[in-house]
């Protein structure tokens, strides 16, 4: 069992920075063989998929992030992070962090992650 616990989560303003972590432990977790990913959940809304970084480093991202997010991973520390930049009021969101195992890249259907964290709400104010 792999256990996800994010961090990092706030109230901000439209254009700041905000930094998510997301560190994983458990028996049978993988560093060097899980995909990681990033999804965000509005009020009333799906649960959207926002970033995604294989094993080996590759990224992946939504259009809605990209070049404001990055997406990075520290193996020996077992976590994986969401540098957010330039935050927009829509940003404002449950973030949750996921992990999956496979080869197949990129994934970023919902129901392709074995595990999810409780998630970490980032709040956009403009």
């Known amino acids: 069992q792999v256990q996800l616990v994010e961090s990092g989560g706030g109230l901000v303003q439209a254009g700041d920075s905000l930094r998510l972590s997301c560190a994983a432990s458990?028996?049978?977790?993988?560093?060097?063989?899980?995909?990681m990913a990033w999804f965000r959940q509005a009020p009333g809304e799906e649960r959207d998929f926002v970033a995604a970084?294989?094993?080996?480093?590759?990224?992946y991202y939504a259009d809605s992030v990209k070049g404001r997010f990055t997406i990075s991973r520290d193996n020996a520390k077992k976590t994986v992070y969401l540098q957010m930049n330039s935050l927009k009021p829509e940003g404002t969101a449950v973030y949750y962090c996921?992990?999956?195992?496979?080869?197949?890249?990129?994934?970023?259907?919902?129901?392709?992650?074995?595990?999810w964290g409780q998630g970490t709400q980032v709040t956009v104010s403009s």
């Open positions: 970084i294989s094993s080996g480093g590759s990224t």
């Open positions: 458990g028996r049978t977790f993988s560093t060097y063989t899980m995909a």
């Open positions: 996921a992990a999956r195992s496979g080869s197949s890249w990129p994934r970023i259907v919902r129901g392709e992650y074995e595990c």
